[in-house]
């Protein structure tokens, strides 16, 4: 199958004002925000954007737009993603396997730098199938060249188009109901996910068992007295939890479902946040551009790096901020940064070194004008 598609990507004439952003059910949040710098530029005047997601709903904000198509059918996505000038994609290019022709420019801009072990079966077919990846810093450079035998050539030093949200001055919070001037601070915790039947993983043993039903009511009137917000914002692979179903004024859970229905990108919500608490998922690596502090919760670490493992031998050198294991923790880290105490902030740079080459901005127009789209 690999050869046949490769010569079918070879022998289709490509439509040089034709750009394809590939996700699967789940829409990365790269390619959102690329479809919203391309419309907002008017890219979309001079090329026709095909956007193939299985998920109608990820992507229901874009239909109705000139030269903007949904692509549903895996036929078609097929077709589209082997006839446009331009490829993006962020996870496996399961429709489009196949070695790359030199008349398409097909970027992997992936879905974060990795903490965690990622698969990959055969790196110098796999190389093959795109002209460029995305490397936001050393620290995924020198893994990505590891993992998928990197050529030089194939290297492009950049920023993550969605970082650009980050960075958003509409007002998100508002969106989802919530006056952000009725609390102190605001919290995001996102998590990685440990279980998932959608994708037949278990990288751990515990099921994000350090905040549940028995403890969430206290850690809820925690908040209230100190007049705080934490938002809950689930991996879409992770099972449900019943804690997900959890509601008050001072815990919100949005799962992607709640931000498409809203018409907003993640990205956006992440920035309006003033902490991030997460774990090992590659969204610390993204927050670091905001310079605000963040917290590691880590109760399972000795599981998930038995089960799933890390790329680092010590992971904890790669995380710039307190690590937490039980609520008590978590407590006594929100209480720091209520009174101001930030003690991570010369660790947060140096990571920020390691891991972002370009903290300027602006990285959707960069990666288009690298893969060469103009208007």
Known sequence: MFKLNSLMIKMLIKNKNKIVLYGRAMYDENQIALINYLIKEKYNEKYKIYLVCTDENAVGAYMKIHNVFIVKSKIAGYLHTQTAKYVFFTHGKGMTTGKVS???????????????????????????????????????????????????????????????????????????????????????????????????????????????????????????????????????????????????????????????????????????????????????????????????????????GDKRGFVVENPLDYMPGEKIENLNGLTKFLDDIKSGKDSWIDERKRINDLVNYDQEGNYCKKVLDFAGIVK
């Open 102 to 304: 030199k008349s398409q420019t097909v970027f992997n801009l992936w879905h974060g730098t990795a903490l965690k072990v990622l698969p990959c079966e055969d790196p110098d077919k796999y190389n093959s199938t795109f002209t460029y990846a995305l490397c936001a810093g050393k620290f995924a450079e020198d893994y990505f060249k590891k993992l998928w035998n990197l050529r030089e050539e194939q290297i492009y030093r950049g920023g993550y188009p969605r970082c650009d949200e980050l960075f958003n001055s509409s007002d998100i919070l508002a969106k989802l109901g919530i006056e952000k001037e009725k609390y102190q601070k605001t919290i995001l915790y996102m998590p990685t996910y440990r279980k998932s039947n959608a994708i037949g993983r278990e990288d751990s043993e515990n099921n994000m068992d350090f905040l549940n039903m028995d403890n969430i009511d206290k850690f809820d009137d925690y908040l209230k007295t100190n007049n705080m917000l934490m938002i809950i914002k689930p991996h879409p692979y992770q099972n449900d939890l019943q804690v997900f179903n959890y509601k008050s004024d001072n815990i919100k859970v949005f799962k992607n479902s709640d931000l498409h229905k809203n018409k907003i990108s993640l990205y956006s919500l992440v920035g309006k946040c003033d902490v991030l608490l997460t774990d090992y998922s590659s969204i610390y690596f993204d927050f670091l551009l905001t310079q605000k502090p963040m917290g590691f919760v880590i109760d399972d670490i000795n599981s998930y």
